[in-house]
């Protein structure tokens, strides 16, 4: 049964809506102080996501708050690959660590695909409490980081600046990495279609390290393994159709290879001009983003102006044949923890009341 407030699965599907709906990546986060305080109360950042309740709590704290028309999973993207065995850890202004990276063709043959009912409950268990939490009044959306990205992580060990390990062994091991990659996509696949069986009514792949590819090294290490992931998705549950999301920051290059994954979303960032995304994949997918995070340090007047060229450069919801072209407003990448609370406001307020002016 679709929610109450079905405006973005019906954005993401290409279906009329009253208004342009919008979400934003990294909406439960530290710009938000009741986020804080819980996350104090969890202990850490890993206390907090691996607790269904904690999880649950900062999942509803954004939707709770602002009129956001989705709420998103609280979780981290590394989730998978420590539930391989990789000893995820978290240091204090440096982010993620493995304890034991995946450098080797030992390390890549002790891979295996976690079980997601098993290993990670604990997420499908917060994926149950928010459906039943937010009692169907909005969408949730589950995700997950794509295989390259995890295999960036995986074995940088870290986050990286020049991902001089994982291109290392791109161009002196291509096969090797070929093999991390096949058991990520399987991972990635059983990880998404545990969290849709468990009531996410739309998923996310996020590609956050994609755009580092050279173009030929795109297509081969990072698309065609989400195109895996796509065709071993669930497209539906219960009857209702279950929308997905391909995400490539940098990807601006490639936004028609990503609108012909088979995916139903395309997720742009700043730097992609919205029109000529909208021209480049026509009918075959609806677009989301694309606001700078940045704008959100300006004043109001500021935001409505940034917030409105957006919604002004997708243009109208129907080309001039009478297809309907989805958009779904977001930032063109997660919010800073240093945004003004009342940024968020201003900017839900103006995507509402200036799209739906759009549809008079």
Known sequence: MRPQNDTLLRALLREPTEYTPIWLMRQAGRYMPEYNATRKRAGSFLGLAKSPAYATEVTLQPVDRFKLDAAILFSDILTVPDAMGLGLYFVDGEGPKFERPVRTEADVARLACPDPNVELKYVTDTVRQVRTALANRI???????????????????????????IKTMLYSRPDLLHRLLDVNARAVAAYLN??????????????????????????????AYMRKVIAQMKREHDGDRIPSIVFTKGGGLWLEEIADLGCDGVGLDWTVNLTRARARIGDRCSLQGNLDPMVLFAGANEIEAAATRVLNAFGPLHDQHGKVGGHVFNLGHGISQFTPPESVQTLVEVVHSQSRMQRV
């Open 139 to 165: 969408p949730l959306i589950g995700f997950s980081g794509s295989p390259f990205t995890l295999a960036c992580y995986m074995i940088e060990g870290g986050g990286s600046s020049d991902f001089r390990l």
């Open 194 to 223: 545990a969290q849709i069986e468990a009531g996410a009514q739309a998923v996310m792949v996020f590609d956050t390290w994609g755009g580092i590819l050279a173009d030929g090294a795109y297509q081969e290490f990072s698309l």
